[in-house]
C-alpha cells in the first residue's frame, strides 16, 4: 500500500537527538531549542519566535495574547483545521465563517469587511496548501477596522507571498510540525511567530505557565514570580534536536517537494485541460512549498469512487477537511456569514494525492496512472 505521507526524516535527527541525550538538558529551551528558534528569527525574519508543543498551542497561545473576551468575534474559513477555530472558542469567542475562493481554497479576502462587526477582535486567515492568502487585502482590512491577524500557516514554512515568508504578516503567527507536514519536530510540533513587538514579552510569560521565568534566566528580573495567567507551551528539546536535524535541509526538503509537485502537476495537466479534473491554481505572488498536491473532481459521488478506485491499486489518497460551520461544534460555537457558495461544494470535491519528502518518481507515475485509468 502506498501511504497518504510519510514523516520526513533527513538521516541528521538522530546524531543531535542523541548529542541532547548528553547535554543533560531535556526540558524546553535548551541549546538546540534556541539554535531552532534563532533560525527562524534570522531566516523569516522575525522579532521573536517560540517553540511550542504543537500548532494548536500556538493558536492558543496566540489568542490568549491578543487578550480574547468571550463574546468577542474571530473571522476565518470554515475550511480549516478545528484548532484554528477551537483556541479562541476556548477563550468564549464567537466563529464567524466565510466563504473561501475556489481557485486556492482559502478565505475570500472580498467577503472579509463585510463581515466585521464592533465585535469582531481578529481575523485568522488559513495559508491552504502552503498558497498564501491575499494578505496586502486582509491587513488593509485588519488595519481600517483595528483588528489583529494572526496566520494560521500550519502548512506555511518556506511559501512566500510577495517576496516575504508566510508567517510574517500578520502580527502573531503559528507554523505547525506534525509529521503531516513539510519539516516535523519528531511527530508533534508547532511554532509561534510574533511580529509585533509590544506581544514579545507577555508570549515568554504565557508560555511559560504565567510566570517571568525568561526574564530572569535573562537576569532581567530578580525574583522569579508568577505574573500573568498562563499554561505549559514548550516542547522538549528531543524535539527540538530533531527538528534542528530538518531546517538544515530546509531548502533541499521544499525544493524535492515542489519538483515531486511539478510532477503530479505536469502529468495531470491534460486531464485538467480536458476538464475531467481541476489542479491547483498558484497565484503569480504566491510561491508555494510543495506541501500537497490535490485535485478536484466532479462531485462527491466522483471522488468516492475515485478514491474506491485509488485504494483498489494500494494508493492511500485522501479527502480533507469537513467545513466547520456544518459539523456540531460548529453550529454551537459559530456562524456562517453569507452563502455558502464555495465552502461545501469545493470540499467534496478534492482529493488529496500522496506526497511526502524523498517519495520517488516511479511512485508518482504509478499514481497518476492510476488516477488516468480511472478517467478513460
Ligand atoms: C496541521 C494544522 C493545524 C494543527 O497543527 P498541529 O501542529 O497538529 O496542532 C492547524 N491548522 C492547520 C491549517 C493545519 O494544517
Known amino acids: 500500500m502506498i501511504p ?19 547535554n543533560n538538558k531535556l526540558s ?24 511550542t508543543p504543537s500548532c494548536t498551542a500556538a493558536l492558543e497561545l496566540a489568542a490568549v495574547l491578543i487578550d480574547v473576551q468571550p463574546g468577542d468575534e474571530v473571522i476565518m474559513p470554515s475550511y480549516t483545521f478545528v484548532s484554528t477555530a477551537n483556541a479562541f472558542v476556548l477563550r468564549g469567542a464567537r466563529i464567524v465563517f466565510v466563504d473561501i475562493r475556489p481557485d486556492t481554497m482559502n478565505i475570500d479576502e472580498k467577503l472579509i469587511e463585510a463581515a466585521v462587526t464592533p465585535r469582531t477582535r481578529a481575523i485568522v486567515p488559513v495559508h491552504y496548501a ?13 488595519e481600517r477596522h483595528n483588528l489583529c491577524v494572526i496566520e494560521d500557516a500550519a502548512q ?36 509561534l511567530i510574533i511580529n509585533d ?13 504565567g510566570t517571568n521565568r525568561s526574564q530572569f534566566f535573562r537576569g532581567m528580573v530578580d525574583k522569579y514570580s508568577w505574573v500573568d495567567m498562563g499554561s505549559s507551551y514548550l516542547p522538549s528539546e528531543l524535539q527540538a534536536a530533531y527538528l534542528w536535524g530538518q531546517l538544515e535541509w530546509a531548502d533541499t526538503i521544499t525544493q524535492n517537494r515542489l519538483s515531486i509537485w511539478e510532477s503530479y502537476y505536469s502529468a495531470l495537466n491534460g486531464l485538467a485541460q480536458r476538464e475531467r479534473i481541476e489542479v491547483p491554481t498558484i497565484p503569480a505572488e504566491c510561491q508555494h512549498n510543495g506541501h500537497m498536491f490535490y485535485i478536484k473532481v466532479k462531485d462527491i459521488a466522483e471522488r468516492t469512487a475515485l478514491l474506491e478506485h485509488l485504494k483498489a491499486d494500494g494508493i492511500y489518497a485522501v479527502f480533507h477537511y469537513i467545513p466547520l460551520h456544518t459539523s456540531p461544534a460548529g453550529l454551537r460555537f459559530s ?20 506526497m511526502w519528502f524523498g517519495m520517488e518518481k516511479e511512485t ?4 497518476v496512472n492510476s488516477v488516468k485509468r480511472f478517467f478513460s
Not at 497518504?4 to 548528553?22: H, M, S, V
Not at 524546553?28 to 517553540?51: A, I, Y
Not at 502552503?130 to 485588519?142: P, S
Not at 513587538?197 to 508560555?207: D, H, P, S, T
Open 335 to 354: 456562524r456562517f456569514h453569507g452563502d455558502d457558495e464555495y465552502t461545501t461544494r469545493e470540499s467534496e470535491r478534492l482529493i488529496r494525492l500522496p
Open 4 to 22: 497518504f505521507n510519510r514523516p520526513p526524516c533527513t538521516g541528521d535527527e538522530e546524531q543531535y537527538i542523541k548529542q541532547a541525550l548528553k
Open 364 to 367: 508518482v507515475n504509478y499514481i
Open 130 to 142: 502552503g498558497v498564501a492568502c491575499e494578505m496586502d487585502t486582509i491587513m488593509a482590512i485588519a
Open 28 to 51: 524546553g529551551d535548551g541549546p538546540f531549542g534556541k539554535k531552532c528558534q534563532e533560525w527562524f528569527e534570522t531566516n523569516l525574519p522575525s522579532k521573536k519566535t517560540l517553540l
Open 156 to 191: 506555511g514554512m518556506m511559501a512566500t507571498y510577495k517576496g516575504g515568508a508566510l508567517g510574517t504578516f500578520g502580527q502573531i503567527s503559528a507554523y505547525s510540525f506534525h509529521e503531516t507536514k513539510n519539516f516535523t519536530s519528531g511527530g508533534e510540533g508547532g511554532l
Open 197 to 209: 513587538e509590544q506581544y514579545v514579552q507577555r508570549a515568554e510569560i504565557i508560555r511559560e505557565k
